[in-house]
T-cell receptor, first 116, second 115 residues
Framework: AQKITQTQPGMFVQEKEAVTLDCTYDTSDQSYGLFWYKQPSSGEMIFLIYQGSYDEQNATEGRYSLNFQKARKSANLVISASQLGDSAMYFC?????????????FGTGTQLKVEL | GAVVSQHPSWVICKSGTSVKIECRSLDFQATTMFWYRQFPKQSLMLMATSNEGSKATYEQGVEKDKFLINHASLTLSTLTVTSAHPEDSSFYIC???????????FGPGTRLTVT
């Protein structure tokens, strides 16, 4: 069974500052993928970044980077230069890549509020 | 590219009636579609996985007869909530993926309110 843990129900950050959203995971699979999604108040799920378990480099997408520490089973999201529009719910998720695995397992989410 | 639409975006129905929610992949063929349910300020809970042309696989605790899923084509899946009750009120989100991509593309969601 897979499990995603996000221990920060809410976070505040000042505009233009960087913020780290924590995510730890548990799985017995050797091959898996880790995802971060943003969900604004409108409800849509916006894909941010992906990290494969065998990727040696940490994934980066613009202002988003994923701090992947495989031995610690953590996949923290770093948002640099926060903007007001970054205020949203953020979900960490994972999927097994073995056996044609399809399911995404989500964490409980972190509500991020960017302040002036 | 990779756009998924849902219709309707919100619906209000009376208790005891049925309501159908459509999920369409607009610019790609979705071999697999997923239906999630989300309560306010909570995470997404997977309800079922459907592959085109075959029966949906439901997660434990999800009533198959209450939440009917049909994946009739590579671009359309429907979720029908039968004999809806107020406790079925929730935000329903679909997603879709192809066999060639690790990514799931999410629809904008449907907010269902049962009165």
């Amino acid at each position: 069974a897979q499990k995603i843990t996000q221990t920060q129900p809410g976070m505040f950050v000042q505009e233009k500052e960087a913020v780290t959203l924590d995510c730890t995971y548990d799985t017995s699979d050797q091959s898996y993928g880790l995802f971060w999604y943003k969900q604004p108040s409108s409800g849509e799920m916006i894909f941010l970044i992906y990290q494969g378990s065998y990727d040696e480099q940490n994934a980066t997408e613009g202002r988003y980077s994923l701090n992947f520490q495989k031995a610690r089973k953590s996949a923290n999201l770093v948002i640099s230069a926060s903007q007001l529009g970054d205020s949203a719910m953020y979900f960490c998720a994972m999927r097994s890549l073995t056996g044609g695995g399809n399911k995404l397992t989500f964490g409980t989410g972190t509500q991020l509020k960017v302040e002036l | 590219g990779a756009v998924v639409s849902q219709h309707p975006s919100w619906v209000i129905c009376k208790s005891g009636t049925s309501v159908k929610i459509e999920c369409r992949s607009l610019d790609f063929q979705a071999t697999t579609m997923f239906w999630y349910r989300q309560f306010p300020k909570q995470s997404l809970m997977l309800m079922a996985t459907s592959n085109e042309g075959s029966k949906a696989t439901y997660e434990q605790g999800v009533e198959k007869d209450k939440f009917l899923i049909n994946h009739a084509s590579l671009t359309l899946s429907t979720l029908t909530v039968t004999s809806a009750h107020p406790e079925d009120s929730s935000f329903y989100i679909c997603s879709a993926r192809t066999s060639r991509s690790y990514e799931q593309y999410f629809g904008p969601g449907t907010r269902l309110t049962v009165t």
